[in-house]
């Protein structure tokens, strides 16, 4: 079984060879790497090409956004299952890709989740949220709850029938294919309970002067699948505040 995973890159010179290494470093012997670079004006081309033997298809050129940045290298893509890894984020060990595979095998799932966790941008061993995102259920999707967007693996065939990222929303285009695909979908959902990913905090969702962007985009979305706008993105903010508490029980139990 194929694994695609694709990171969309643009301006992170300091932290895209962590994510390549982290990806190349995986015991899965399947794995097709894409890395999709916006043009960046910094480094990250130069960072990305040392890799170039070992990464299947790199893509460079000018793009309206991340989520263009993606659609491109879903569509490159060869495997039976796709994956995102951000450019400023890092598989959490050797064995995350193994361990998902083994779920799709084992379960016959049409859709993959797993754990998160957020970390300091600059010292990635300190957790700051600590997403445990739990078992799926349908009518939590309603009442805001998502997995963690970069845990999310999924059949390559359910992404050609169910649609891409829409382009359209700059900053919460994953939170309309979620819900998509989690809510009107009807997927065969599995969880896995082990962390994929470690996230640093400081990415484009969380810079605070795209908090706005955010929340309008959100409720439109919410509003365009039939969900109570406002209250629904309320919920999903409610959901986030274990993870903060959950991170802090992390930090004090490691002595930080």
Known sequence: MKVSIITSCFNREATIG????????QDYPDIEYIVVDGASKDGSLQVINRYKDRIAKIISEPDKGMYEGI???????SGDIIGLLHSDDFLFDRHVI???????SETGAELVYGNGLFVDFEHTDRPVRDWISGNYRKWKVKCGWLPLHPTVYIRREVMGRWGLYNENYKIAADTDLLVRYLYEAD???EYLNKYIVRMRMGGLS??????????????GIYRAHGFSGVPAKLMKMSWKVPQ????????IGAGR
């Open 206 to 219: 969380t810079d605070s002067a795209r908090r706005k962007q955010m929340w309008k985009e959100d409720v």
């Open 187 to 189: 997927l065969r959902v």
């Open 244 to 251: 903060f508490i959950g991170a802090r029980i992390k930090r």
């Open 71 to 77: 659609n491109k290298g879903v569509q490159a893509a």
């Open 98 to 104: 193994s361990d998902i595979v083994r779920k799709f």
């Open 18 to 25: 962590q994510a390549i290494e982290s990806v190349l470093s």
